[in-house]
């Protein structure tokens, strides 16, 4: 495959309306090394999926949420010259969502969860195919199913980097010739043909993976913000665009709440070294930022991320003192839950981790099951209600002075954990979900303004 291939992928808020979605179809066509175009589900979509997928409710309430869906669809649909063909398969999707919501259990499968939530972003990919072709553009709609093989962890699909290759050669690099190649985000199958979705924020992922796979030359996320950001300007307008940032750097801003990227996108893009560019759909013409393997200049402040929903576990025994295999018996509990731990502090009888907790997550329901095991062989004391407020930057533990402007930034606040030094790239703070937004102000004052 040539390498002038661009992926370009439009997040939620991209393709939420009829004119948003012209605006994405303008930055396709012109750009003629664009051949795939991932999408998300119009905003607004996913949540109500979400409400259909996990949430117990009446056939009453079931109706009017999936009247609040063939709501939003239908407004796209209104404003194109769109064919019966197009409106029939929008009407065969709203009806299967309607299905699925009313399944008897719904409530208790992943698999059927899953089906639920790809939901969106077809009909997303059937509607915005529609918008290009009226535009122009030879535009086919393409079931990322064919391509995207994950394992069966439904929820959270773990892609197979050796099919995904093979599939793309054998289905999606023929099409690519004559068309540009609509698909969705967030959204797989296994080796069964089950519908699996990689997570939320998945379709960044997906662009990745596609780019990855057909070695392409560029992968640019499209959303509602020009470029990734010193830090969330939700919180402080001080806030400014980066023009670029290294794969490093872009990984830990991902990792660490940076709501921008999907903490996976950077290692397929990383594996290939293609550049990923970030801007915004509704303003093109004032660029973004380029992420990229070296970066020309690597300040020792970069960004400051915040990543909400936290718990932190302490696991005490008197029996660790002196004990040797202790930690490796708390981590291979851990590990057996799939779980990641972001930071870690020690004692003579006592560790404490924390624990990402969105609420119906894959992790929320695993983090019950680690406690519980835990527990069979310690005391342990879980506390919620806080965030991780994280600098990320370059050679922060050998640069002179970096430290100590950061806890002087942060000296009025309780700071309940700490982490540095593990790598060079980032120091973390947990601190009370209440004081964290202030938090992120003070540094962000002190480091950047």
């Known amino acids: 495959m040539s390498k002038a291939i661009n992926i370009a992928k439009f997040g939620g808020t991209s393709v939420a309306n009829f004119d948003a979605i012209s605006n994405c179809a303008n930055i396709v066509k012109h750009n003629p090394e664009t051949r795939v175009m991932v999408?998300?589900?119009?905003?607004?979509?996913?949540?109500?999926?979400?409400?259909l997928a996990f949430s117990p409710l009446t056939q009453a309430q079931i109706a009017e949420t999936?009247?609040?869906?063939?709501?939003?669809?239908h407004a796209i649909l209104a404003r194109l010259d769109a064919s019966e063909a197009v409106s029939d398969k929008l009407e065969a999707l709203l009806a299967e969502i309607e299905s699925l919501a009313c399944h008897?259990?719904?409530?208790h499968r992943d698999d059927l969860k899953d089906e639920l939530m790809s939901m969106g972003e077809r009909m997303s990919s059937l509607l915005c195919t529609e918008v290009l072709k009226q535009q122009g553009v030879n535009a086919l709609n393409f079931d990322i199913r064919k391509v995207l093989v994950t394992d069966s962890t439904f929820g959270e699909g773990v892609p197979q980097l050796d099919l995904i290759a093979q599939r793309a050669a054998e289905v999606l690099t023929p099409e690519l010739t004559e068309h540009v190649v609509v698909t969705q985000g967030f959204?797989?199958?296994?080796?069964?043909?089950n519908t699996t979705t990689l997570g939320r924020g998945g379709s960044?992922?997906?662009a990745a993976l596609i780019a990855e796979a057909l070695d392409a030359k560029s992968c640019e996320i499209w959303t509602d913000v020009i470029g990734v950001y010193t830090t969330d300007p939700r919180i402080t307008k001080a806030a400014?665009?980066?023009?670029?940032?290294?794969?490093?750097?872009?990984?830990e801003m991902a990792t660490f709440g940076a709501k921008v990227l999907h903490p996976a996108t950077m290692e397929p893009a990383l594996r290939r070294d293609i550049p990923v560019f970030v801007g915004s759909s509704r303003e093109p013409e004032k660029g973004g930022t380029w992420i990229v393997k070296d970066c020309q200049h690597e300040p020792a402040y970069r960004a400051i991320t915040r990543r909400s929903q936290q718990v932190m576990v302490t696991v005490k025994t008197p029996q660790m003192m002196y004990a040797q295999g202790y930690l490796e018996r708390v981590f291979g509990i851990i590990a057996q839950h799939k779980l990641s731990v972001d930071l870690v502090t020690t004692s003579e009888i006592a560790?404490?981790?924390?624990?990402d907790n969105p609420p119906n997550s894959v992790a929320e329901r695993l983090n019950k099951a680690t406690i519980a095991d835990l527990e069979a062989m310690s005391e342990v004391t879980v506390e919620k209600g806080f965030d991780l407020v994280t600098v990320v930057g370059n050679h922060m533990q050998s640069a002179k002075g970096v430290s100590s402007r950061i806890f002087n930034a942060v000296s009025d606040f309780n700071v309940r954990m700490i982490c540095f030094g593990a790598n060079p790239h980032n120091m973390s703070f947990l601190v009370n979900e209440a004081d964290s937004a202030n938090v992120v102000t003070a540094l962000h004052r002190d480091l950047f303004e």
Request: aromatic share 6%; net charge negative; glycine share 6%.
């Open 39 to 51: 999408v998300s589900a119009a905003a607004g979509v996913t949540n109500l999926l979400v409400e």
């Open 351 to 355: 560790i404490s981790f924390t624990l």
């Open 66 to 73: 999936c009247e609040k869906i063939r709501r939003i669809e």
């Open 204 to 206: 960044d992922f997906t």
């Open 187 to 193: 959204v797989g199958a296994d080796i069964h043909g």
């Open 240 to 251: 400014k665009p980066l023009p670029e940032l290294s794969f490093e750097e872009a990984a």
């Open 104 to 107: 008897e259990e719904i409530l």
